[in-house]
Each structure stands twice: as structure tokens, then as C-alpha cells.
């Protein structure tokens, strides 16, 4: 950057723009939240999937999909609160476009497999719940791990 005419060149704002990306997915790796609680967020959302297939006419399954819940809301503030205590402020609405457009994917991909895990055992077969909250489960963990921040990023490849 030439400080006498406050202008920067091509070159120098290319690698200004690589080396913040660079920043925000180093900073994205170092804040996602621990595999533990990762697990622990999936299994209680598989769990109320679990349970609102296996439902029918008030039974018990009602009861786990109260405590999956209950167990999910816990995870989650424990997962805000630690990282409060970090200083870094969870964001939970999407801001942009694209990630609005993604959310909104990713809830009706959520939504049919809880209606279809439902539906199909209605039907007759038996083994869809177990199929939908492990597809559920699954499919949240690896977005919480791959996408911490809700953010789809570019990875950079490196070839060593």
C-alpha cells in the first residue's frame, strides 16, 4: 500500500482478502463447539425425532420426546452460555440472503424426514423412526461440526 496516495493495488487487495478469509476460518475452527456436546445436541434432537415417530395416541413416547427436549434446550444453553463466557456473542437468525436461503432448506429437509419418519410407520413400516432420528441425528451433527458458525465457507486446499 502506497502511503502517500492511500490507494492499494490489485495484488495488495487480493491478499488482503485472502488473509481475512484465512483469519475467519482459522477463527471458525478454533470456536466450534467440543465433539462432546456436538453428540450430546444430536442425540437429544434424535431423540425427540425418535420419539415423535414412535408416538401414537398419548403413550409413553410423548414422555421421551418431552425429556429429548428438555435435554436438547439444556445442551444449547450450555452451548450459548460457554460461549458467552468466551465473548462471542452465538447468532441463531440468519443475516444474509444466502443463509436464509440455506436455512430455510435445511428446515424443510428437517421437517420431511420427521413427517416421513412418522408417516411410513403409520404405513406399516416399523423401522422408520429409527432410520429418520439417525438420519436427523447425523445430519445435525455433521452441520455442527462442518458449519459451526451457520456460515458456508470455502475451505482452502492445500497441497503439500
Request: aromatic share 14%; net charge positive.
Amino acid at each position: 500500500m502506497n502511503n502517500e496516495k492511500e490507494t492499494i493495488n490489485k495484488e495488495e487487495a487480493a491478499a488482503t482478502l485472502k488473509s481475512l478469509a484465512s483469519f475467519k476460518r482459522d477463527a471458525t475452527k478454533s470456536f466450534r463447539m467440543p465433539l462432546l456436546l456436538i453428540m450430546l445436541i444430536s442425540l437429544s434432537y434424535s431423540l425427540i425425532i425418535f420419539s415423535y415417530g414412535m408416538s401414537e395416541h398419548g403413550n409413553m413416547w410423548g414422555l421421551g420426546a418431552l425429556i429429548g427436549g428438555a435435554a436438547f434446550f439444556i445442551f444449547v444453553a450450555f452451548y450459548v452460555y460457554t460461549f458467552r463466557l468466551l465473548g462471542i456473542k452465538p447468532s441463531f437468525f440468519p443475516k444474509g440472503k444466502k443463509r436464509i436461503i440455506n436455512e430455510l432448506v435445511l428446515a424443510v429437509i428437517f421437517g420431511v424426514i420427521i413427517i416421513a419418519g412418522r408417516e411410513f410407520r403409520l404405513l406399516g413400516f416399523e423401522f422408520s423412526p429409527h432410520i429418520a432420528a439417525l438420519i436427523a441425528g447425523g445430519l445435525l451433527a455433521y452441520l455442527l461440526y462442518k458449519y459451526p458458525t451457520g456460515e458456508y465457507m470455502t475451505m482452502e486446499k492445500k497441497n503439500d
